[in-house]
């Protein structure tokens, strides 16, 4: 059984501050099901990124994917006030324990 | 525009069932994996199930597995998900999710919540 282990747990971080967030898999997986997630208080999920690096329609370009085998990195270049929530990274049926951005 | 509307939450006891409903339109449902998400209060997320297009696969998460029955009706556009022998552990909103081969899990409803509690 894959785990994924996200950190940090909490990121402290201010507006137009570059954000990074990783995302380790406990084995090798493929790229092509490993994706990111953002959720805002009592939302639904939403869809970042997916096969690791490509943004889903409507993402701003400030967000970012990389990463191969077992580690995996979401940026976002510059924080907007809106960007400020729990994202979480999905390998198949599998979630990350999630990290929290939030503004310092 | 993509819609995917959950019902059927509500308070039971332990021991108790219910059935949760996804209402999905603006896409042609019959060609999407289906799932279910649930994420318990201050948790974050956990798959419950999957159910292919066709019904011909489906997959439960261990921890509901023999409880939880996952059904879909194309022709209604809807996705269910029949809870039996709930438990406190299953406290949680449940998400309706779609699937593409492509993109992933693009699509997902505004949940439902279940609570369990005598």
């Known amino acids: 059984e894959i785990v994924l282990t996200q950190s940090p747990g909490t990121l402290s971080l201010s507006p137009g501050e570059r954000a990074t967030l990783s995302c380790r898999a406990s084995q090798s997986v493929s790229s092509s099901y490993l994706a990111w997630y953002q959720q805002k208080p009592g939302q639904a999920p939403r869809l970042l990124i997916y096969?690791?690096?490509s943004r889903a329609t409507g993402i701003p370009d400030r967000f970012s994917g990389s990463g191969s085998g077992t580690d995996f990195t979401l940026t976002i270049s510059r924080l907007e006030p809106e960007d400020f929530a729990v994202y979480y990274c999905?390998?198949?049926?599998?979630f990350g324990g999630g990290t929290k951005v939030e503004i310092k | 525009e993509v819609q995917l509307v959950e019902s059927g939450g509500g308070l039971v006891k332990p021991g108790g069932s219910l059935r949760l409903s996804c209402a999905a339109s603006g896409f042609t449902f019959s060609s999407y994996s289906m799932n279910w998400v649930r994420q318990a209060p201050g948790k974050g997320l956990e798959w419950v199930s999957s159910i292919s297009s066709s019904s011909s696969y489906i997959y439960y998460a261990d921890s509901v597995k023999g409880r939880f029955t996952i059904s879909r009706d194309n022709a209604k556009n809807s996705l269910y998900l029949q809870m039996n022998s709930l438990r406190a552990e299953d406290t949680a909103v449940y998400y309706c999710?779609?699937?593409?081969?492509?993109?992933?899990?693009?699509?997902w409803g505004q949940g439902t919540l279940v609570t369990v509690s005598s």
């Open positions: 096969g690791a690096s």
């Open positions: 999905q390998q198949a049926l599998t």
């Open positions: 999710a779609s699937y593409d081969i492509l993109t992933g899990w693009g699509d």
